[in-house]
């Protein structure tokens, strides 16, 4: 007589999931990575929220000479919208959330003194002894003032605030180098 | 005996450590002499001493360019330049003038520029003559002359060819990839960081506003309502180079060197830009005729007529040139079979006819 029992589906599962413990736990950590990433993919979607006071900046400064709509009109509208609204656009950069004071880029700067910082970049700062370029200036704000991290130089939380400052300095009629009190 | 001193675990390990620290230690005396071969006073080529003399660039907590763009108007003053920008501005000319360091000092790299080209011939004053900044007899700005300036201040739009909002340092890579046929530089490379601040300095010189489209910038683009609406083609093509090009460039479009320099640059074969450039369209172009029209040939700009242009470089597109790095291995196959064959067959057939070889 065969007393031998096969073991019950449920046991053989209870013991393979023993053995694959740790491939499963790290699959799982996979999977997570992959949804936290998917759910902040709105911050790359290609239209933009109209935030209060776009449309009197826009008039102000006639973005719409760039056309109503497209790349670039969309990149100054999401430019000025980090530049404003800092917490909500860059949240993932910077630790300062609504209640906080100088939460946003606006708190210490006006747009014009982004445009003359943008045609005043890549030259030499005396305190570092060497050359600084806008980019390298907004990724120190982000991770100092800011109290926050790092971008790369092709996120868009970098490159829409060069956009912005270049679209400023455009209604200016800056040219390289410019000075405030240009004479 | 040797591989039995490996069977100790000890040695394997302290082997492998001692060969990651060498590796290292190479990297930070190399990068270490880099750097201060970047303080070096820079050895200006002859174009770029006369085009940064005569725009004025010296030291200062105050520039203001001697260029006048029309008569009577002044450039404004503007924010000066420390010794280290003036570096930066000097390198990024030279290397614009002589990417391939021909003319430098013995035989020293300059700031490794040729990593990232390929072949002996590219250099970036070929298509931005000028040092980047073409003027005409009176002084003015050459209109399509891709003027580095010009480009400066119109960057960061939207480029139909990459749908990107293109940056200035992401255009000078597809040049090295594409029209030098070579490697992309890191964005923030010295190499990069010291055209830009050239490029910048040429748009403070010539007081340029930032977002303005002036006529000199990129290229003055030749569109069929402009020709004869013949269609473009290649006998009248290459008729035309061979009347217009090919005393240059040569019957094959392969360029001139002597003595280790490059007077004339390849159109074709290993040595041009690649199939990926915007110089090259195989079907229809406006940007090569374009180029052609307003700076070719040398001395003679604006003799061609649009039609003209336009069968010149629909014959020069469909010479054999390299591949781009998006064509695959079987196109870029082809396209070496094609520049290494084509050039004896073409020599030999032309001898049988005309009882002459082509160069």
Redesign the interface.
Known sequence: MNLYRPPSLTTRCRDWMGQQWAVIGGVLVVVAIIVVAHRSAEVFRVTTIEEPGWEAFSRAHAVAEFGDDGYFVRAVQHGYNLFFYTEKYAWRFTRKRAGDGHNSCASCHTVEQLAYAFVNSDREDPALQRRVSFEERVMRCYAGQMDGFVPTRYDPAVRDLRILARMVARHLNLGEGALRDET | MLSNLFRIKWVRISTIITLLAGFYFAAVVAHQQRAAQREQPVLLTDNCRAKLSRYGLEGGE??RSPYRRDPGTMV????G?????IR?IERGCVIIDDLQGEQAQASIERWNATRFVRGQQTSCDHCHQGVGDKQGADGRPQIGSLSLGAS??M????DRFTGL?L?FELRQMQCFINSSNGFKPN??DDLI?DV??YS??L??AL??????RYPEQGIDEVTVSQTLKRGDDYVRGEALYRQKCARCHGAQGQGLRQDGRTLVPAVAGPDAFNLQSRNNFSFVSTILPGFICRNMPLGEEGSLEPQQCRDIAFFVSNLPRPAGDKQGPLRAAWQQLMMHGMPPLVGLMSELTHGTGAP
Do not use: E, N
């Open positions: 105050y520039y404004p003053v503007r924010r330049y420390s010794v280290a920008d930066a400066w201040v960057a960061d739009m939207y909002l940056p964005i923030a960081r830009t601040a910048r300095f748009s403070a007081d340029l506003r930032i977002g303005q």
